[in-house]
């Protein structure tokens, strides 16, 4: 944001009466005219010592009027205007400028805040920086209205009693949100102050193999998952999972959060599915015992919601 004096010189003001006429528009500006009504005592010269200030707030004003979008913001602090704060101590009248934030401006730090409580492992981050609307999210598709009402269920109860012990295993077919719908359930409650992990499981799997040769961040990793508030593993059944991930990185994080934290999952496979899905391995071989253990770490701790709908991917 230039100054009053920036702008005289970049305009072809070569004397004084120019400069006068810049001087005189910005004491008769309205926005000047409303802050001496309110001050009666504030006399000129007074305000010809502030020009620079009494420049700034108008021409703000007017930026803000006709505002751009955050992101082409003219102002000199984006998402900021300036304001006049006047004040007499002994006798003399003095001028002080401060900062307010505009709407667009606190949104988007809201946003920020809530963005910054959820970390992502492979997930498109559209997904959470979407505008979750629940009434649009049945009027897409109302085949899914029941399981949006079981997840706003589950919202309202971890607001008003604290975090659950339980999680939600989103169940349906291709495309049908249930990703879309684990979204919504983080950005809702990261307004709420918690912190939330969400992990693609086909990826993340096939990193989790390299990073046995990479202790420290396999901790990281690790104690990120177990820590978090909301936990969520994405597709779950679709990696390519080996006895060291199942045993010594899925088993470990669920072990540590069962009865403690919540872990929430979406999977086209049922119950059934994903135990045999976990007990055979390409290395060992199918082990029921392992994949029957795993499904003790999950099974008693989450509600099943069916996601209902048509595949919405490629529309």
């Known amino acids: 944001m230039e100054s009053l004096g920036e702008a005289l010189r970049r305009t072809p003001f070569n004397n004084l009466g120019n400069a006068e006429n810049v001087a005189r528009q910005v004491l008769n500006d309205p926005l000047v005219l409303k802050l001496r009504s309110r001050y009666p005592e504030l006399d000129e010269p007074v305000l010809r010592l502030n020009l620079n200030r009494l420049y700034q707030m108008t021409t703000e004003y007017r930026n803000c009027k006709s505002c751009p979008g955050l992101a082409l913001c003219p102002n000199d602090m984006q998402g900021h205007s300036t304001g006049i704060n006047c004040v007499e101590s002994n006798g003399k009248w003095q001028l002080n400028d401060y900062k307010t934030a505009c709407s667009k401006w606190t949104a988007n730090e809201q946003q920020e805040q809530i963005r910054r409580r959820i970390t992502s492992f492979y997930i498109d981050e559209t997904v959470l920086d979407e505008r979750y609307d629940e009434e649009e999210m049945i009027r897409l598709d109302p085949a899914r209205a029941i399981a949006v009402d079981q997840l706003q269920s589950y919202v309202q109860t971890t607001i008003s009693d604290g975090l659950q012990k339980k999680g939600i295993y989103l169940k349906g077919d291709f495309g049908t949100g249930k ?137």
Request: no cysteine.
């Open 179 to 315: 990703t879309f719908l684990a979204g919504y359930l983080l950005q809702r409650l990261a307004k709420e102050g918690f912190s939330g992990v969400i992990v693609y499981m086909p990826e993340f799997v096939e990193d989790a193999k390299a990073l046995m040769f990479e202790p420290q961040k396999l901790k990281e990793t690790l104690t990120l998952m177990k820590e978090a508030d909301l936990l969520v593993f994405d597709d779950i059944g679709a990696e390519n999972l080996t006895p060291w991930v199942r045993d010594h990185v899925l088993g470990a994080i669920l072990n540590h959060r069962m009865n403690r934290k919540p872990t929430f999952y979406t999977s086209n496979h049922d119950f059934e599915d994903l135990e045999k899905h976990f007990s055979f391995t390409h290395k060992e071989g199918e082990e029921l015992h392992k994949g029957q253990r795993l499904m003790d770490r999950v099974r008693p701790f989450v509600d099943v919601v069916h996601v209902r709908g048509r595949n919405h991917r490629g529309t």
